[in-house]
């Protein structure tokens, strides 16, 4: 396949497209990548040195790639954090084209808004742009818990609730949901949960809860439920494949006592995860 990515690029580490693009490039696929930012590090470390692009830019280096004839080629966008609704408006523009190029071709949206513990932490604005304009226009999301509930209006704190929620957030668009470090009332506490909802039914994984907290886990994880989601178009496949390899990932990490993801030295766990989650149909 050949997915097109929009997202935020760092020299050091992994984080945007610097996650995404590896994963989806070890599973055998092309990556045009589209950098919306060029940045040293992740913001996570409070300081950085780098540059934030404009919408005119990403209009302008799609248009280059239309030019040379491939966009009925691509399969797919993926898009994750937005700097600006300006930028947002650039990312469903590119949608537009490449569906209209290729009527097979799907948008994955990581709608980056915050997290539990953290609240909101992109720009004003933004928050809405996702709930509004991104969000329906997408085939597949990948919210975390906190996202999830702003998108559905409503707070989950139960399974049932989780499922209410993606029900809500299935009605304005999105035909598949993953729901990424979901915790309920009934998530031991030793645990954490992902969730996928689709046409096909729904889904939970539970893997162990690692101690580690690291940036642009949730950008890799995006892209390898999209793209195994592209390959065998089940929910169920997708979400075992994806959580396998992101465990498999964030526990090497943790093993190293690594600050960022090992996502080259720990890049068989793509392709040949060390420990496979079955997910249970709810």
Same mark, same amino acid.
């Given at each position: 396949?050949?997915?097109?990515?929009?997202?935020?690029?760092?020299?050091?580490?992994?984080?945007?497209?610097?996650? %995404?693009? +590896?994963?989806?490039?070890?599973?055998?696929?092309?990556?045009?990548?589209?950098?919306?930012?060029?940045?040293?590090?992740?913001?996570?470390?409070?300081?950085?040195?780098? @540059?934030?692009?404009?919408? =005119?830019?990403?209009?302008?280096?799609?248009?280059?790639? @239309? @030019?040379? =004839?491939?966009?009925?080629?691509?399969?797919?966008?993926?898009?994750?954090?937005?700097?600006?609704?300006?930028?947002?408006?650039?990312?469903?523009?590119? #949608?537009?084209?490449?569906?209209?190029?290729? *009527?097979?071709?799907?948008?994955?949206?990581?709608?980056?808004?915050?997290?539990?513990?953290?609240?909101?932490?992109?720009?004003?604005?933004?928050?809405? +742009?996702?709930?509004?304009?991104?969000?329906? %226009?997408?085939?597949?999301?990948?919210?975390?818990?906190?996202?999830?509930?702003?998108?559905?209006?409503? @707070?989950?704190?139960?399974?049932?609730?989780?499922?209410?929620?993606?029900?809500?957030?299935? %009605?304005?668009?999105?035909?598949?949901?993953?729901?990424?470090?979901?915790?309920?009332?009934?998530?031991?506490?030793?645990?954490?949960?992902?969730?996928?909802?689709?046409?096909?039914?729904?889904?939970?994984?539970?893997?162990?809860?690692?101690?580690?907290?690291?940036? =642009?886990?949730?950008?890799?994880?995006?892209?390898?439920?999209?793209?195994?989601?592209?390959?065998?178009?089940?929910?169920?496949?997708?979400?075992?494949?994806?959580?396998? *390899?992101?465990?498999?990932?964030?526990?090497?990490? %943790?093993?190293? =006592? *690594?600050?960022?993801?090992?996502?080259?030295?720990?890049?068989?766990? +793509?392709?040949?995860? *060390?420990? #496979?989650?079955?997910?249970?149909?709810?």
């Amino acid at each position: 396949m050949n997915i097109l990515s929009i997202q935020s690029w760092v020299a050091y580490g992994h984080v945007g497209n610097a996650s %995404a693009m +590896f994963p989806i490039q070890r599973l055998g696929h092309e990556v045009w990548g589209l950098h919306t930012v060029q940045f040293s590090n992740h913001t996570g470390y409070g300081a950085w040195r780098g @540059e934030v692009f404009g919408a =005119g830019l990403i209009r302008d280096l799609v248009g280059g790639i @239309e @030019e040379r =004839g491939v966009l009925p080629r691509c399969d797919g966008v993926l898009s994750g954090y937005m700097g600006s609704a300006e930028i947002g408006d650039a990312i469903l523009d590119t #949608v537009g084209r490449v569906k209209a190029a290729n *009527s097979a071709a799907h948008y994955c949206c990581d709608p980056v808004i915050g997290d539990v513990g953290r609240g909101v932490f992109v720009r004003p604005g933004i928050p809405e +742009f996702m709930r509004d304009r991104a969000v329906p %226009a997408a085939d597949i999301i990948t919210p975390n818990q906190f996202e999830l509930d702003y998108l559905a209006g409503r @707070e989950t704190t139960t399974l049932a609730e989780a499922l209410a929620a993606c029900d809500a957030v299935h %009605a304005s668009g999105p035909r598949v949901i993953m729901v990424t470090s979901l915790h309920t009332e009934d998530t031991p506490a030793d645990s954490i949960d992902l969730l996928a909802s689709g046409p096909d039914g729904r889904y939970r994984v539970r893997t162990p809860k690692l101690d580690i907290s690291v940036n =642009g886990a949730g950008d890799a994880i995006a892209a390898l439920f999209f793209v195994h989601w592209k390959a065998t178009h089940s929910t169920a496949e997708a979400l075992s494949k994806a959580a396998s *390899s992101a465990y498999g990932l964030l526990a090497r990490t %943790a093993a190293a =006592g *690594s600050r960022e993801i090992l996502t080259v030295a720990a890049q068989d766990e +793509f392709v040949t995860p *060390s420990r #496979v989650f079955t997910p249970e149909k709810i």
